[in-house]
């Protein structure tokens, strides 16, 4: 699956897990039951202009988007935890709009990925 058309890539996790499908699986468990608390959060956090916990949030969803070779994604949430850490909001909403989008549109896959 390549990052152009599609935001998940195995590459990396098939690495991380020497192909362990199970250890797979319970990665993307975890990563599933994440993803709503970081964009719930990440709203929360821009929304209260709380940049110092925005930053945060972005940094730790960035980590575990990388472990699912989500680099464009991965690449947006550095850049709004650098912009939140700098005080500078006026590109955050793009920003974070396109992070909550990648990482929602793997929800699916994800979720046929650990039943398969």
Request: no cysteine; charged share 25%; hydrophobic share 40%.
């Amino acid at each position: 699956m390549k990052q152009e058309n599609y935001p998940l890539n195995f590459g990396y996790l098939d690495e991380v897990a020497g192909g362990d499908t199970e250890f797979k699986k319970e990665l993307a468990k975890i990563f599933l039951q994440q993803v709503p608390v970081f964009i719930e959060n990440m709203k929360k956090f821009q929304n209260e202009n709380d940049l110092v916990n925005l930053a945060k949030e972005a940094h730790t969803a960035k980590s575990s988007v990388l472990i699912f070779g989500m680099e464009n994604t991965g690449a947006s949430l550095k850049q709004i935890q650098l912009l939140a850490e700098e005080n500078q909001t006026q590109q955050i909403p793009g920003l974070l709009q396109k992070a909550i989008h990648d990482m929602e549109d793997v929800i699916s896959p994800l979720e046929q990925f650990i039943k398969s």
